[in-house]
Structure formats: C-alpha cells, structure tokens
C-alpha cells in the first residue's frame, strides 16, 4: 500500500504571526497521526518560521514554486538549493495558477522538476486539465501531453522520486470537486502512463495526489479510492482545524 500524502497549498496567504498562530492550533490537533505524510507549503517569507513552528514534529514544509537555474541573475528567483538549504523537504511544481497566470511550460516543469531533485528535494508535479478541454473530450491528451513533456522527461531513477498531482483546473478554488470516480479515472490514466514511458513498478509506486476543493467533508469519499494517494489542498489548508480534520480523514 502507498503511504498517504497530505499536502497543503498555502498560496499567497499568511504573515509571519499567522504561521506561528496557524501552527499553534495545528500541531497538536495531528500529532498522533501517523498514517500519513504531512506537508504544508507557505509563502517563502513564511518558510522559515513554518520550519521553527515544526520543529520536533513530523510536518515537513514545501516551497511553492522553483527556479528552474541554480543561480543567476533571475530577479524575485528562488532556486532549489536555496528551498532545500533553508529546511524544506518538498517543493510544488507546475501548479495551474503558475502555469496559466505565469505562463509555465511542460519544459519549465521538466526542467524545475530536475534541479529540485538534484537539491534533494520532493516534487509535487501538478497537471490538470480545463474545463473546456474536459468538455471537448480531451483531459486524457492534455493529460498525456503534460506527462510527457514534464515528469515523461525523467529517467526512471529521478521519476521514481516524485509525486505527481492531479489537479483539474475548473475544480481549484471553485467549490467544485470532482467526484471520486473522476479523480480516480485520471490517476488511473495517468499511472498507465507511467507505466507505459517507465515500468509498472514506477507505475504502482507512484503516489498521486488529488487536488480541488478537498475539504473536511469530502475527503473521506475520495480516500475511499485506492488510485488516490493523497490530496493537495488549497483553501482549506488555510485553516488550521479544517486542515487537520483533511489530515485525519481515517
Ligand atoms: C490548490 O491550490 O492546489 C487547490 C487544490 O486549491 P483548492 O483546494 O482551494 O481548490
């Protein structure tokens, strides 16, 4: 069985005393929950005080976008090293607001994807598809094509060190999630993908997270399917008793 992930996407939310606060509540409230991985990824001003509120727990912190250089003059930049240097353990790639607000590439996610792992850290390589192209019949050759032009581009040593999310767009920050059968229908997808460009033990090892409007009240249902390995979580990863109500879904 693949061991659940449970990540949190705090987006451009959260000043330093509302990490601290956000901590304070959080901490105790998942401290015996040992069935899961736990990461919650804040802005990077936050990253190290997340990192102090965590000490001596088992919440590893995410940063939530990457440089795709090691150094260089790439101004508002931050490279792997520099996240894996200052304690995070995992960093979000391709995340649908970076992909269609700052124009990513499938190139920029191989390319991110590659540095992080080279810094030791543990992608969580976000695809989805619109809502246009699932109504137009196309989320499997959106999804292919991300694959292929993102986590495909791995050996298969590297891809066997990240996860990937599975995030279609039109259920971010909409309140509308998609079912489980849906959600498990792409990550079933998607892990033949794996298995196809890789082998089918990249493929069953591979952990893939669901990401769109999970919240207390419907995570169980999509924990119910065995293709989920795990959610990714933005807004109600905000709040620190909903978050904990996500973590202890079992
Ligand atoms: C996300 O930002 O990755 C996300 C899934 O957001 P939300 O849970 O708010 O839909």
């Known amino acids: 069985m693949r061991r659940r992930v449970i990540a949190g996407n705090w987006k451009m939310y959260k000043t330093l005393a509302e990490t601290r606060a956000f901590f304070t509540t959080f901490n105790p409230l998942v401290a015996n929950s040992k069935h899961c991985d736990i990461v919650v990824g804040p802005p990077f001003t936050a990253i190290s005080t997340a990192l102090d509120s965590v000490k001596g727990t088992s919440i590893a912190i995410a940063g939530q976008n990457v440089s795709w250089s090691q150094d260089g003059a790439f101004t508002g930049e931050v490279s792997a090293h520099m996240l894996a240097e200052a304690g995070c353990r995992y960093v979000i790639i391709g995340h649908s607001e970076r992909r269609q607000l700052f124009r990513e590439t499938d190139d920029n996610v191989a390319k991110k994807t590659l540095i992080s792992l080279e810094s030791g850290l543990t992608p969580i390589v976000c695809l989805g598809e619109r809502q246009e192209d699932r109504e137009a019949g196309l989320t499997e050759e959106v ?18 060190r990240i996860l990937l999310a599975y995030e279609p767009v039109w259920a971010i920050g909409t309140g509308r999630t998609a079912t489980p059968e849906i959600a498990a229908d792409a990550h079933a997808f998607l892990r033949r993908c794996a298995g196809e460009k890789f082998s089918i033990r990249h493929a069953s090892a591979l952990r893939i997270l669901y990401g769109g409007s999970v919240k207390p009240d419907n995570i169980q249902g999509l924990m119910a399917q065995e293709e989920l390995d795990g959610a990714l ?12 109500a996500i973590v202890n879904f079992e």
């Not at 933005?234 to 709040?239: F, I, K, N, Q, V």
């Open 143 to 160: 999804l292919g094509r991300q694959f292929t032009g993102g986590p495909g581009a791995l050996t298969p040593d590297e891809f066997s």
């Open 233 to 244: 979580v933005g807004g109600a990863s905000l709040d620190p008793k909903s978050f904990a």
